[in-house]
């Protein structure tokens, strides 16, 4: 690697390579179920890909603090079961059609095998956690899940309704940023002596994590369902406030407060098109605020592993938040 | 209490009732959240009673050892929870209408939150499991909730189709004796030095489970509406095949089977009826064969304990399976 500070994708790439691909064997060999139709609907899972961001964040995490244990493959394939356990449960909740380009699981299979197989991924995930014998990672990940879980129940609360940025921030932690969080920490746990790294790795996680969801929530806004892989603006079809939208309903006028709230009440463009929308998200700089307090997040990302030894997982770790702020989907 | 070897029903309540009212409190505190439904949807459920089964056998296992610890309250409310959890979810997977006599809690809050609820009261379980500090009593518990949503997944894809009776009793294991087996040696695991007791206690709460269970069934069958605070016969009505219907279906004529077969497949009464289902059974000593094996299991339930020492508690453990066996709902 160059001496510069921040790594290139390729150089992220190929410090991780092997370590993500034993994860994602590992992912595979765990959700192995005696019953078939688990097995079935977690394949069909891994198969859908998806960023791998949180088993690439454990995996600097632990590589920074210079730990080469075993550990680190086993709870980065546990990291991705417990983001996709949410996710199985997330779409019957939302009652989503498609994930990642293809038919949702509960459309393939149905809600009541979805709530059974989520149950199981969550299940597992414990199990493979436990056998560590480390009473911090289990309290990281249950206290984690948990967390979430509320956080989609108070997102269901407040479906359709006007929330302000601090429930936003609430929500988005929850949903995103906490298991974030966590798998920067769980590389700490699992390192002998790392304690003191935890809280800070911790903070780039919740960080990064911030960042990234607000980053979805506006290409959710403004990409192309081709290039999303799920109907455009499906938030607002949901009833969801995103950032940019609680800025506009902030600034907006009267009408344009008015065209906001129809859709939310409406979950649907029947009545106010998306093109007004962005209309009226672009003429008050709502989609550049969002982008900003997004690349403001990914900086305080940057700027919380300060003070970590030089390593190339560092350097990894600087890179990411760019990552995440730049890409289209 | 008297010196006869086995219990009374007051003697039992009289020895429990402080740990038992303890407990109660405890899941009530357990199942409080910061997100008003989940204690909504929880309380609802603890108020909805309960036979309270699972704590109770927690406490004779634990007494039975001589255990005081505080953490046979805690945990006698976690077994509770986590019998709690998997109705929750398993009534959004039956669509079932009421529970207890009551309307069940999907009906009231529909299944997307009653996903989260139970996700929730899962690991409120585990979190106040993992605050024992103690990992047998996580693997038990971890372990068996896996085994009981895999059972849950193994029923789903047997309905409408006929099972043997191997099948049928890995299904009431995973489904019920799992859970009291593991009650029973939760009280072995915290208990120190008692590892030795751990099997004998668990083989106890299996052969009282499977009893538990077919006499469940058999009820199901034959018990009034009124009585059940459930419809007659839930079960056929489901497509589920219990052990009287699949002794009659090894035993009865072509015609028998024909219309036992076209309950399940039909999975109503309307080209068959309740009574002719009941006639078929009563004609081939189906039920009776059904409540001879419940019996033998409590029987084998009782001689499992044996050789543990004299004390109250192993009275109380020698009355529970008459009482199984003896109830009408």
Known sequence: MSTISIATAKEVFDLLRDDLAAIEQEF?????SQVEVITDIAHYLIAGGGKRIRPLLLLLSSKALGCTSEARIRLGAVVEMLHTATLVHDDIIDEADTRRGRPSSNTTWGNAKCVLAGDWLYMQSFQTALDERNFRVLELLISLTQQMVEGELLQMQKLGHLINEEEYFDLIFRKTACLFKVSMQLGAAITPGADASEETLGEYGRNLGLAFQIVDDVLDLTAAEDVLGKPVASDLREGKATLAVIHALERGTGADREAIRTV??????ERVSH???????????SLDYAMDTACAYAEAARMSIADLAESDAKRALLWVPGFVTSRDR
């Open 264 to 269: 939310l009440a409406d979950r649907s463009f």
């Open 28 to 32: 595979t060999r765990q959700s192995a």
């Open 275 to 285: 093109t007004q929308i962005l209309e009226i998200l672009q003429r008050h700089g």
